[in-house]
């Protein structure tokens, strides 16, 4: 049984950072490599970021592009984001999610498991 749990969402001001965790467990962690995507309200779920299995090749949406920061500590199966000068359209809920293949894609429907997601709102 997968479990992705989630963690570090809250509420912020404009400017502000938070860290956001993801524990996984019930799988071997470092066979998958992980994402995050964040869905506002009235839109569709959205890319974000994501990471390899090894922890190489971060790459990032346009929107979060030098803001945000994906890591992932395989020792401790969590994978974690970092997300720095946020703005209010950065509001959302967001979701890890695993994938079995070595390096994680943008495309939400080739991930195989997900966070229960975790709020983060940011005010002006």
């Not at 990471?51 to 969590?78: C, L």
């Not at 809920?93 to 939400?108: I, L, N, S, T």
């Amino acid at each position: 049984q997968v479990q992705l749990v989630e963690s570090g969402g809250g509420l912020v001001q404009a400017g502000g950072s938070l860290r956001l965790s993801c524990a996984a467990s019930g799988l071997t962690f470092s066979r998958y490599a992980m994402g995050w995507f964040r869905q506002a309200p009235g839109k569709e779920r959205a890319f974000v970021a994501a990471i390899s299995r090894g922890g190489y090749n971060p790459y990032y949406a346009d929107s979060v592009k030098g803001r945000f920061s994906i890591s992932r500590d395989n020792a401790k199966n969590t994978v974690y984001l970092q997300m720095n000068s946020l703005k209010p359209e950065d509001t959302a809920v967001y979701y890890c999610a695993a994938e079995q293949a070595w390096e994680g894609g943008d495309d939400a429907n080739r991930y195989d498991y997900w966070g229960q997601g975790t709020q983060v709102t940011v005010s002006s």
